[in-house]
Nanobody
Framework: QVQLVESGGGSVQAGGSLRLSCVASGYTDSSNCMGWFRQAPGKEREGVARMYTGVGRTPSIYYAGSVKGRFTISQENAENTVYLQMNSLKPEDTAMYYC??????????????????WGQGTQVTVSS
């Protein structure tokens, strides 16, 4: 059974940094598409970033425009782990952040339909 476990959320002041981690277990293959979504109260869910590194291939990475240049996604295929380094955080980054994963390769943008498996979420709160 696949399980995604996030960690690293918390409260920080604007301009600060946080690093989210997500460990996926239950996959037989280590080369998976992994990423992050977020949802703030009263707002639609937003795809933040996703990454796919096929065997011997250049990683395919996508960032939402709202986080590009501030957030960095990275992946350790061997451990089915994905990270989201979040710098220069803003109050509008406040949301529940969800780790997502799927065994299918992913290219192009990001959408909910690309991911079969979802974590329980970790809260990120940025105060002004």
């Amino acid at each position: 059974q696949v399980q995604l476990v996030e960690s690293g959320g918390g409260s920080v002041q604007a301009g600060g940094s946080l690093r989210l981690s997500c460990v996926a277990s239950g996959y037989t293959d280590s080369s998976n598409c992994m990423g992050w979504f977020r949802q703030a109260p009263g707002k639609e869910r937003e795809g933040v970033a996703r990454m796919y590194t096929g065997v011997g291939r250049t990683p395919s990475i996508y960032y939402a425009g709202s986080v590009k240049g501030r957030f960095t996604i990275s992946q350790e295929n061997a451990e089915n782990t994905v990270y989201l380094q979040m710098n220069s955080l803003k109050p509008e980054d406040t949301a529940m952040y969800y780790c997502v994963a799927d065994t299918r390769p992913c290219y192009g943008g990001i959408s909910s339909a690309m991911f079969r498996d979802w974590g329980q979420g970790t809260q990120v709160t940025v105060s002004s």
